[in-house]
């Protein structure tokens, strides 16, 4: 157990790694994950995906230039709303089989309402972790992730873990346990993940009329590139619309913002995307 995603990433790669060392991550990907790489002094390797996660060749390419660990999502990815399906996760287990002393994070912090299957890439790798966070599914208090792994990976964390904070507590452990036993949770969850992914089938649909493509096939975000960012969220909010601009989620990819449908209804998309198609035809004027 850790205290919620971030604590149980930051715990593993402690396990695994030096300063200096290289930690590949998606791109876009999750800002705060940046983040914590950059404050561990760790050097994080951009890799680009696409709508099924993070891309097998840039993964090759990136693993041939030495890395110590990758961090990788299997759905509703932070930025892109990208997930794995089964030929994506078995071609990344492919790689990964090349690289067998590489440590492998996989962060399924959706769970159960990424509104598609899971899939894993970690089957017979020495060092390796999955993990599950309740904030997105549960509630944002409950700072519990169960994470899996290898033995000896699992050892070296809780034993770090025992000489600070010393354990994630009893009482949310029994909470989310509870909960995830209770067959009225289940069924909750399950209609979360239907409105879910309605909302970003909804949003998508909208905005390809107005001849946009928007990426995202789980979760609750997706991400549209444009060439200003900044001056597209600019003009939304000044209608009333908030999304974020792309810099915080990338490093080395394209420009774009990403949209966090998850309270957007169905039937507001509409006027989200017409608003969106306004702001892009003003942001390209302006660049003429």
Known sequence: MAGGALDAIERVLAAWLSPADRVIVEDPGHAVTFDLVAAMGLVAVPVPVDDLGIRPDGLAAALARGAGALILTPRAQAATGAAWDAGRAAEIAGVLRRYPATGVIEDDHAGPVAGVPAFSACSGRTRWVTLRSVS????????????????ATLTRVAGRQALGAGWVSYQLQEVVADLWSD????????????????????????????????????????????????GVASSLAAAGWAVAPGQRFRIAAPPGVRICFARLAEADAPSFAAEFARALRHRASRLD
């Open 136 to 151: 997105k599914s549960l509630g944002p208090d409950l700072r519990v992730a169960v994470v899996a792994g290898d033995e």
């Open 183 to 230: 067959a009225e949770t289940a069924r909750t969850l399950a209609t979360a993940a239907r409105v879910y992914a309605g909302r970003g089938a909804a949003l998508r649909s909208a905005l390809a009329a107005h001849g946009i493509t928007a990426s995202g096939r789980s979760g609750f975000t997706c991400w549209v590139p444009v060439a200003d960012e900044d």
